[in-house]
């Protein structure tokens, strides 16, 4: 199955009661959940304890263990090569999420609920406006 990378908004955490269904919906749909975030392990895991996150996780890459999103050097160690074709990054931030989906050469769906227009390089595989989007999208 494939491989889901979320994505915490930057800058500040406003929870998002429709990110929980999608993963809980994911995750019965047999993916496996894989954090990829520049924050600090010990900031990030606090927070997905707290939003009940935790038991629908399956891997987390903090900076802590790995170069930064926007560094193409951080596929390599969250991609297996040869399986590109496996994985699915859903994020907010076009800068980071997104363009590590474009260095990575994997799928990319663009967190967009204020209609943001992208002047930037990086260019997703699709855009949705909410994460219940994603249910209708991965069937």
């Known amino acids: 199955k494939d491989e889901f ?3 915490f908004p930057s800058g500040y955490i ?3 009661e429709d990110a929980l ?3 809980k919906y994911l995750k019965a749909k047999g993916y496996k959940i894989v ?3 520049d924050w600090l392990w010990e900031c990030q895991v606090p927070l997905l304890k707290k939003y009940g996150l935790m038991p629908y996780i399956d891997k987390i890459y903090t900076c802590d263990d790995q170069y930064l999103k926007k560094n ?3 596929a390599a160690r ?4 040869g399986c590109e074709e496996d994985y699915v990054i859903i994020g907010d931030s076009l800068k980071d ?3 590590f ?3 990575a050469g994997i799928r990319s769906i663009w967190f967009n609920p204020e209609g943001k227009k992208n002047e930037t390089g990086f260019k997703p595989t699709l855009e949705i406006a909410s994460m219940l989007e994603v249910c209708r999208i991965i069937a």
């Open 5 to 7: 990378v979320l994505e």
């Open 14 to 16: 406003e929870f998002n």
């Open 21 to 23: 269904e999608a993963i």
């Open 35 to 37: 954090v990829l975030t």
């Open 72 to 74: 193409p050097k951080s």
């Open 78 to 81: 969250v991609i297996e090569e």
């Open 97 to 99: 999420d997104i363009a």
């Open 101 to 103: 989906a474009n260095h």
